[in-house]
């Protein structure tokens, strides 16, 4: 069974750094692209990043690039996304979600860690 | 990285069949047949539909379906449950490998 659990989030100030990490099993980890999508308490989901499991090339949403790093360790089948800068309208629930296939969608994914940037 | 265009909510009685449009670009939806489909019921994390424009994971109703014509994606339920009502999502793959996500479409069964 794939499981994905995600950790990590909490309250920040503005300018603030975390880290998330999220630990996945119940499948071959380092064949599989994965990638942080949030959602604004309210909002929409919005893709952030993907790493690429077989060279682990990493893409990035405008609105996080300089900000965000994602990257994984695949020995210890982890994603992490360091986030740096956090403005107010980082937060948001932050779920990580394996892609099924190259280009194709997110088939699982974790119950999500919420960050909430406020003074 | 527009977010592709849903309507905000769609509505339907039990036993019908509704239709959710996801609209893009050439650049994402009309680019590639890598468009997914997501539900999302309240507190819950998403969950895929759909996937590569019309494909349904296993374990998934027969009463989902989805297509695609130039720009424009589809999802459509037949059989409205009560069940169904919840949040839906589209997602594409986009140029320069980013991913892009509809505003949502809230699903109210009458």
């Known amino acids: 069974e794939v499981q994905l659990l995600e950790s990590g989030g909490g309250l920040v100030q503005p300018g603030g750094s975390l880290r998330l990490s999220c630990a996945a099993s119940g499948f071959t980890f380092s064949s599989f692209a994965m990638s942080w999508v949030r959602q604004a308490p309210g909002k929409g989901l919005e893709w952030v990043s993907t790493i690429r499991g077989s060279d682990g090339a990493t893409y990035y949403a405008d609105s996080v690039k300089g900000r965000f790093t994602i990257s994984r360790d695949n020995s210890k089948t982890t994603l992490y996304l360091q986030v740096h800068s956090l403005r107010a309208d980082d937060t948001a629930v932050y779920y990580c979600?394996?892609?099924?296939?190259?280009?194709?969608?997110?088939?699982?994914w974790g119950q999500g860690t919420l960050v909430t940037v406020s003074s | 990285q527009s977010a592709l265009t849903q309507p905000a909510s769609v509505s339907g009685s039990p036993g019908q069949s509704i239709t959710i449009s996801c609209t893009g670009a050439s650049s994402d939806v009309g680019g590639y047949d890598y468009v997914s489909w997501y539900q999302q019921h309240p507190g819950n994390a998403p969950k895929l539909m759909i996937y590569d424009v019309s494909n349904r994971p296993s374990g998934v109703s027969n009463r989902f379906s989805g297509s695609k014509s130039g720009n424009t994606a589809s999802l459509t339920i037949s059989g409205l449950q009560a069940e169904d009502e919840a949040d839906y999502y589209c997602?594409?793959?986009?140029?320069?490998?980013?991913?892009?996500f509809g505003g949502g479409t809230k699903l109210t069964v009458l």
């Open positions: 997602s594409s793959f986009s140029s320069s490998s980013s991913r892009v």
């Open positions: 979600a394996k892609i099924r296939a190259p280009r194709s969608g997110f088939d699982y």
